[in-house]
Structures are given as structure tokens and as C-alpha cells.
């Protein structure tokens, strides 16, 4: 089951990195890469442990016009929180 | 390996034509304390090219010109990386070039002053191989006395804050204990734990019939490994690299021929795959003559199994279309297995040449023998 994150915050040995050669943005990890989409990015720039869902929701809905975008950011991270990248600040 | 999908995330499709590099391994050295016999090193590691070890200032280069090639991951491996003293620097330069680099060793040694040296200088995640969750046979099987300070410096790792991964290479010997080597990695703090059933090249070649498991040894492996990812959910990852001689489609071998992965070898050498010297007549180039993108992109040898165009049948018009998937299997295994580095990989079930495969696997399910079939270990003097 897809976690359910609190304060939101990458994993250690987990970081984000422009790509210079492919001009994409990449997450980093042990032994892997993830190409990620502007949505993406946005969403884990904003995971700093600090920030709890419904922040990190909020900072994004104003920026699109109050569109209401709390489950796709849950989803978002329960997607790379599958795979142990994103974790709990609290947890 | 370096890997990219799609979860969460939208994929972006890769540039036309030759891809750039995505992972640089980087064999620093074939000095090793350890023996495995199934080291996936070439089986000359103690000839006299090898030791004309390429000089720290060369390899600093090699990462900055991988860098801009558009590698992001370098594995720093050998033989030990920790045997050469300009480790710290290394990493250093590693860092100072944006790759994110995983130390991959058998923690012999693995002093504290020098790991935190290495922590400081940002290496990104470090990568302890155990050979057994039982310290005898873990030793036995190693060829020297080593598991209680592999625990240790796993403790280290974890104290310094390193994502740690255990990795243990599969085989006849040990993976009836794959269910205490799952909790020994659970016990360490791993974050992820790689079972690679052994794949057989260098040193595993020479020792295939006392490593190659039964299939019903695999069998249980598997619904073992399967039940424990349920149990552990994402606090620790279990790879399972599949076994290829019980499979009837081979492995797209290093994520194809010169695709994904580029390795350069303690003397510079530079290669698709850590076999591929075995080759004959492939005219290796070395980093100290060429920078990497010429090799990489011009290099006879990184273009003599690019893509599909080198392939004959059936590889050429593949019964189920899937040359583009498996790009063909191993050249090495092929190499090995029929005499011809272009041929289709015999555990292909519609290679000429499976029966290679089938009669290995009949040979591995004969009763076990009183005494178990005895190892070569890899040696430096030996070889």
C-alpha cells in the first residue's frame, strides 16, 4: 500500500539534480534514476520536512489559480514513497 | 543499474540515435583480500597490464568527462576500491563533477578515520557485499576470514548516516539461507539488498557446476524473497536478479551493448561490460590515448554490438519481436557458450544452441555429491 506522508521530506542518500546533457530534471538515488515532469519537481522541491501535505498543497494551488491539487500530491508521493525515496520527517 | 520508470513520474523519451551513458563503473583496482569464485572480474586479473594501475589525476579526469557525457551514477568498484589510497580524492572529484557515487566494496578495510574522510568528501551511498548470513560459510565461501568486520563496518556505514546497501551473490552454497540473509540485512540497517543469482562470467565461468543452484533451490529462493518484500514494504528494498540459465528469454545484458553503462578497468581499458576483454579481436581502447565520448560514440568496439543492425538469426527477425527488448542477451555468455560473440545468447529458447543450457540445468538437479564440488578461488598469483 502507497504510504500516507505527514511532513514530506527526501530520504537520505536521496537528491534532485538538473541533468545538463538531456536538459531534464533527475532524482537521484542508490543505484537508479527517476526523470521527473515539472509537477513532479515542483512537488518534491516543496518536501523539506517542514511543510505538511496540506502546505505543500496550498504553496502549489496558488500558484494554479486555487485548483484543488491535495490528491495528486498524496498520490505523487505515495508513488515515490513506494520505493523508499520520500519519507517522514516525523516518522 | 542505473534505471529510469515511470512511477509517479512522466516519462521523458530519450534523444534519437546513440544514447549517452548513464552509469560509469569504474574498477579502480583488482586488488582484493577477498576470494570469491564468483568474482565477475576477468579471470587474468594477476596479468601484467593490470598492474599498470591508471593514475588518480587520469581518473579524475575520466569523471569529469563522463560528467559531461551525461553519466549520473559512478560506481566505484574493483577488485577493492579501498586499496587505493587516493580513494578519499576520488570521491571528491566525483562530487565536484555532480555524479552520485556508491562505493561498492567488501569493507576490507574499512577504517573509521577514512570512511568518515569519504562521508565528508560526498560519497552518496556505499554498498557492503556479504557472502553468507552464517560467518563460517561466509568465510569458506569468501576464501578469508572477514564477516565479523563486514558487520562492523556495516554498523559504520550506518552511523555515519550512508544509505547502505548489502549485496549477496546467489548460488548452490548459499541460497538455502536467503530467509536469515533477508533478516541478517533487516538486523545491519540495509535499505536495500541485492540478490544476484550468479551470473556466469570471469571467475564464475571456471566455477559454474558448484555454483549453478537447482531449480527447485530457486524455486523456494523466490517464494521466499517474494513473501519478505510483502513483509517489508519500502523499508528495504529487495532486488532479485533473476537467474538467467532458468529463463527461456535472455537478460538485456548491461541495459544493451554500449547503451546505459560504460566501465573502464584498473589499467584504463575502457568497455561495454566487465566481460568483454574476454572477446577476441574487439580492439580495446584505453582513456589514457582517447577522451570517453570519442570511445564511446566512435570506438569499433562500443559500436560492434550497438542496437540491432550486427544481429543474425534469430535474433534478426525474432519469432516474438523482442530483439529490441533483450537487444540479443549477453555477448560474453554467447561468446562463451557457442564460440561467437554475435550469436544469439543460448538461453534464448530459440537459439541453435540452447541444449548448452538445458543439459547445464539436468546437470545441476544430479544428486548432490557427499562432498560439495570444491571452488577456484579468485587469486591474483593464480591467474
Known amino acids: ?91 | 543499474m542505473a534505471e529510469v520508470t515511470d512511477t509517479g513520474a512522466e516519462l521523458i523519451a530519450p534523444p534519437p540515435g546513440v544514447p549517452n551513458p548513464l552509469l560509469l563503473i569504474a574498477e579502480l583496482t583488482y586488488r582484493c583480500p577477498l576470494h570469491c569464485p564468483y568474482c565477475s572480474n576477468p579471470t587474468d586479473i594477476g596479468a601484467g597490464k593490470y598492474q599498470d594501475e591508471l593514475p588518480a589525476e587520469d581518473w579524475q579526469r575520466v569523471f569529469r568527462e563522463a560528467a559531461d557525457l551525461g553519466v549520473l551514477q559512478l560506481a566505484l568498484t574493483g577488485g577493492e576500491p579501498m586499496a587505493r589510497k587516493e580513494i578519499v580524492e576520488l570521491v571528491t572529484a566525483s562530487t565536484e563533477n555532480g555524479l552520485y557515487s556508491t562505493l561498492v566494496t567488501s569493507a576490507m578495510p574499512f577504517p573509521k578515520r577514512r570512511v568518515e574522510a569519504l562521508h565528508a568528501a560526498g560519497l552518496d551511498h556505499v554498498q557492503i557485499s556479504f557472502q553468507h548470513s552464517d560467518p563460517a560459510l561466509a568465510d569458506e565461501i569468501g576464501g578469508t576470514i572477514a564477516f565479523d568486520r563486514k558487520v562492523k563496518a556495516a554498523a559504520l556505514a550506518k552511523e555515519l548516516d550512508f544509505p547502505l546497501t548489502i549485496n549477496c551473490v546467489l548460488h548452490r552454497r548459499n541460497i538455502d539461507a536467503v530467509g536469515s540473509i533477508i533478516q541478517m540485512a533487516e538486523r545491519l540497517g540495509a535499505r536495500r539488498l541485492e540478490l544476484a543469482n550468479t551470473q556466469y562470467h570471469g571467475w564464475a565461468t571456471v566455477n559454474r557446476d558448484a555454483l549453478m543452484p537447482t531449480r527447485a533451490q530457486l524455486e523456494r529462493g523466490e517464494e521466499i524473497v517474494m513473501a519478505e518484500r510483502e513483509r517489508l514494504g519500502p523499508n528495504l528494498e529487495i532486488l532479485w536478479v533473476l537467474p538467467d540459465y532458468y529463463e527461456e528469454v535472455p537478460k538485456p545484458c548491461m541495459g544493451g551493448w554500449a547503451h546505459d553503462a560504460v566501465l573502464v578497468q584498473p589499467n584504463g581499458d575502457v568497455l561495454p561490460c566487465q566481460a568483454a576483454a574476454s572477446i577476441p579481436g574487439l580492439k580495446l581502447e584505453n582513456v589514457r590515448d582517447k577522451s570517453l565520448a570519442e570511445i564511446w560514440f566512435e570506438s569499433e568496439s562500443f559500436n560492434a554490438f550497438r542496437g540491432t543492425a550486427w544481429m543474425q538469426e534469430p535474433c534478426r527477425t525474432c519469432p516474438i519481436n523482442r530483439q529490441h527488448e533483450d537487444f540479443g542477451g549477453c555477448r560474453c555468455q554467447a561468446l562463451a557458450l557457442t564460440g561467437d560473440a554475435a550469436a544469439t545468447d543460448p538461453v534464448c529458447q530459440f537459439s541453435p544452441h540452447h541444449d548448452v543450457i538445458v543439459s547445464a540445468r539436468r546437470e545441476a538437479d544430479e544428486p548432490e555429491p557427499e562432498q560439495p564440488l570444491p571452488f577456484v578461488y579468485r587469486d591474483l598469483i593464480k591467474s
Request: charged share 30%.
Open chain 1, 1 to 91: 500500500m502507497a504510504p500516507v506522508f505527514t511532513r514530506p521530506t527526501l530520504a537520505t542518500g536521496v537528491r534532485l539534480r538538473h541533468d545538463k546533457v538531456r536538459d531534464q530534471t533527475v532524482l537521484l538515488f542508490p543505484e537508479g534514476a527517476l526523470v521527473l515532469n515539472d509537477t513532479a519537481i515542483e512537488v518534491l522541491e516543496l518536501c523539506d520536512g517542514e511543510r505538511t501535505l496540506d502546505d505543500i498543497a496550498a504553496v502549489l494551488s496558488e500558484r494554479y489559480e486555487g485548483a484543488d491539487v491535495k490528491d495528486d500530491v498524496a498520490e505523487l508521493l505515495g508513488g515515490i514513497g513506494e520505493r523508499g525515496l520520500v519519507v517522514d520527517a516525523d516518522g
